[in-house]
């Protein structure tokens, strides 16, 4: 029997209208009557992941941010794994001819460098309301105070985010995983942690929990590992081809409520 569920957010929980459908939250909340934990993971910051916890009635759970970056357990900071200022500071100085859209995370901070087409998309998207500033000003501020950075999302022309991807991987490949989500967006984190080594610290530590008795949802590349990983891993009819084959499942897409689907078909009959 599973007793806890992982959940991937983008294209795997919310509906067309990128939100939370009543079926989805109907189910979640049967899971809650069950003592059945439902966990948010995520490549989104934690101030885009709230609102959505509050609408499920799961604030009391753990968040997980980043990709495994950063956990929350009652809102505090249990593990935090960040990228070098330093290699911040080195992709700046390459994307400086450029200028691509270098989107930049810590925590619940985040920073663009101007209201741009990019800036407006991700508000949309997440909810939350960024600051303005540029990429040398908060490398500079984060320096000073000795932060690293938890995500950068670069987003541009196909061809521009090329050439930050062949840069990364040239010079700094060994610390970094990166995410090409779509042609125009690069997500760069950490590369000793994933979304998999966030579950298994979480059901290790704060659950005492058993990874064959976890099950998770995702549709995505950096969802991969942990539809491998955990006992039963369910992809979205909509995840990508290489998620497809790795899948212990295979779900309505994610639109069509197939988390909630599977929620209902294997944990509350």
Do not use: C
């Amino acid at each position: 029997m599973f007793k806890i569920v992982f959940s991937d957010i983008d294209g795997t929980l919310l509906n067309a209208d990128r939100d939370l459908s009543p079926l989805t939250i109907q189910t979640i909340g049967s899971l809650e009557e069950r003592k059945i934990p439902f966990i948010l993971i995520s490549s989104r910051m934690p101030a885009a992941m709230r609102h959505l916890q509050e609408k499920l009635g799961i604030e009391h759970h753990p968040i997980i941010a980043y990709n495994g970056g950063l956990i929350l357990v009652n809102d505090q900071k249990v593990i935090s794994t960040e990228i070098p200022i330093n290699t911040l500071e080195s992709l700046h100085r390459f994307n400086l001819e450029d200028d691509v859209h270098l989107s930049l995370f810590h925590a619940d901070e985040w920073y663009v460098p101007r209201e741009d087409f990019w800036t407006r998309r991700e508000i949309n998207n997440t909810k939350v309301q960024p600051e303005v500033s540029s990429n040398a000003e908060v490398l500079e501020k984060w320096k000073a105070s000795g932060k690293g950075v938890h995500k950068i999302m670069a987003m541009g022309e196909e061809e521009k985010i090329d050439k930050i991807r062949d840069f990364l991987v040239e010079y700094h490949g060994e610390d970094l995983h990166l995410y090409r989500s779509k042609p125009s967006y690069l997500e760069i984190a950490p590369r000793k942690i994933s979304k998999l080594t966030a579950v298994e610290y979480l059901l290790k530590e704060h659950f005492q929990l058993p990874l064959s008795q976890s099950m998770a949802f995702g549709d995505n590349y950096n969802d991969r590992e942990m539809l491998q990983g955990v006992g039963l891993g369910i992809a979205v009819g909509n995840a990508k081809p290489e998620v497809l084959e790795v899948a212990h499942m295979v779900t309505a897409p994610g639109k069509e409520d197939g988390v909630a689907q599977s929620l209902r078909e294997i944990l509350l009959q």
